[in-house]
């Protein structure tokens, strides 16, 4: 049986389905610093012209209206580069424009561990829930300072 090679698949993988219960814990964490903003994406049907896949680095991206929001081939790497590039020793708070598929975040949150803090400006609720209904943000939500902002 073949092997793909590494940071690939032998198939296409199918991306997570919305889910209602990931989206619930997302917004409890969510809630603790902005229950208002947890209150609005509940009441905010998801977008519908987002197309999820998944990135052959096995990673969720996703496109609308043909665009995409990351990276098609490796969206974790592209998020670490944009993270590696920040300085972490001269600065302890960083301003977000765009929460997208929060690969960025994460990585930048994973850098900063709780020694800093993330402000995210993210308009588009709609795009901000059919995320949080697929990608579980808890983690590092909690591991550094995120405040999401619309």
Do not use: Y
Request: net charge neutral; aromatic share 4%; hydrophobic share 45%.
């Amino acid at each position: 049986m073949p092997i793909a090679p590494a940071g690939r698949t032998s198939a296409p993988q199918s991306p997570p389905s919305p889910s209602p219960e990931r989206l619930a814990v997302n917004l409890r964490v969510l809630a603790q610093e902005r229950p208002d903003l947890a209150k609005k994406i509940a009441e905010t049907p998801a977008d519908p012209s987002l197309e999820f896949l998944v990135a052959p680095d096995g990673a969720l991206t996703a496109t609308r209206d043909g665009r995409a929001l990351a990276s098609k081939r490796r969206p974790r790497e592209e998020a670490k580069r944009v993270a590696d590039a920040l300085d972490i020793r001269e600065h302890a708070v960083f301003v977000v424009m765009g929460f997208g598929l929060g690969h960025h975040v994460r990585a930048i949150a994973d850098r900063l561990g709780a020694s800093g803090m993330i402000c995210v400006f993210e308009p588009d609720l709609a795009l901000l829930r059919a995320v949080l209904e697929r990608v579980d943000c808890t983690a590092w939500f909690a591991k550094s300072c995120v405040i999401l902002f619309d």
